[in-house]
C-alpha cells in the first residue's frame, strides 16, 4: 500500500475514534442533538470529516 491510500484510511478511523469519544465525553443530554445523540451517527460523521480532511 502506497502513502496515497494508507493516509486516508488512517484519517478516517482517526475520525471515527473521535467521532465516538466525542458522543462519549460530550455527548447530548436531552436527545435532540442529531449528531452526537447516536454513536453510529457520531462515529460516521467523524469519518467523514477525517475523509475530507486527508484530502487537504
Given amino acids: 500500500m502506497t502513502r496515497t491510500t494508507i493516509l486516508p484510511i488512517l484519517f478516517v478511523i482517526g475520525g471515527?475514534?473521535?467521532?465516538?469519544?466525542?458522543?462519549?465525553?460530550?455527548g447530548c443530554k436531552t436527545g435532540t442533538c442529531p449528531i452526537t445523540s447516536n454513536p453510529y451517527i457520531s462515529i460516521l460523521y467523524g469519518s467523514v470529516v477525517g475523509f475530507v480532511a486527508s484530502r487537504w
Fill in 16 to 26: 471515527g475514534v473521535t467521532g465516538f469519544l466525542w458522543y462519549k465525553l460530550v
